[in-house]
């Protein structure tokens, strides 16, 4: 399990006033991304291999068909 308690978290600088948004932060090879409102809730982990594939994908266009 990969500790997060001290990592820097930082938000999307298109990050909106609504408070609506995910947290990431980078802890050795391993990418944490949270829920901003709710900071002491789950981390989903990804290694920077998967975290380099998704924003690839988001760069695409291949999720907008989920929104």
Do not use: N
């Amino acid at each position: 399990m990969i500790d997060f308690s001290r990592a820097v978290w930082r938000k999307s600088t298109r990050t909106q006033q609504s408070g609506q948004c995910v947290e990431v932060a980078r802890v050795g090879e391993v990418i944490g991304v949270r829920d901003s409102k709710d900071p002491d809730g789950p981390v989903l982990a990804f290694t920077t291999g998967e975290f380099a594939a998704f924003l690839d994908g988001a760069a695409k266009g291949e999720f907008d068909d989920l929104v």
